[in-house]
């Protein structure tokens, strides 16, 4: 890892274009580099961040995009519970990404078939790589730690083998999900957690400076020879101690 990054924003708001402008940083990036961007997206609060966001830069090509999703939940696209169908509805109707550019899960299926399809069709899209390294992840934490939907204490932590794992039993509902696992996120180039709000201070003290007990799951994020990010708002900040970097609202990161 190339050293993990503290970010404190006032507030979402602020956090929100600071955002917008390291995923075109680093879409740059990919691009000149090897032609293509691949972005791993998240749920919750991250979908209305960037789609308020991303449209509003100048000039964002998105064509040469892919994105993917971190974790998906086994749900039909148009139940609002579809991190798909979110983001369809409140992003990619608003950005040129190409359909051919948007890696979605097959929700027809049972959740073990989604799985092994959604890894399939991840290899395929990164046919040079035995496991595929995204250019950028950008993930969410709940307030119990999770994230993508790698939960504290379940078996799925340890998982070595998949790079992508159904599960059936997630304990934040719906209780079917699709999920990347530890080997596949800790080889992008960069991971960038969103974290806002009072009620995730006490899981990000446990998390950034660490605590009793086995490491939480977005502890356990540590790109092997990526960038970590953390950017979290002043509310969510308040009861750490680290070393933080605190950049203001026009920050380049
Ligand atoms: O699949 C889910 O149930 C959600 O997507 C969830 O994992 C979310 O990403 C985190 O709870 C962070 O949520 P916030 O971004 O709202 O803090």
Known sequence: MSGRRVVVFPSA???????????????????????????????????????????????????????????????????????????????????????SGVLAID????????????????????????????????????????TCSLFPDHPLLEETQKIVAPIGDSPKPPPQRVTMTFPMVNLARCVVFVSTGGSKAPVLKQVLEGGEGPALPAARVVPSQGELFWLIDEPAAASLTLQVERPGSAAKL
């Open 107 to 146: 929700p027809s299926l049972s959740v073990q078939e989604c799985a092994e399809d959604y890894a399939r069709k991840l290899k395929e899209a990164f046919p040079k790589e035995d496991i595929p390294v995204f250019d950028l992840l950008l993930l969410g934490m709940g307030p119990d730690g999770h």
């Open 13 to 99: 708001a602020e956090l929100g274009p600071a955002l917008a402008h390291l995923v075109a940083s680093r879409a740059d990036k990919a691009l000149l580099d090897h032609g293509r961007f691949s972005l791993g997206l998240s749920g919750g609060s991250l979908v209305s961040m960037l789609s308020k966001e991303l449209p509003a830069l100048p000039d964002l090509d998105c064509s040469h995009w892919l994105a993917g999703f971190c974790d998906e939940r086994l749900v039909p696209f148009d139940d609002g519970e579809s991190t798909y169908g979110l983001y369809k509805n409140q992003l990619f109707s608003k950005i040129n990404i190409p359909d």
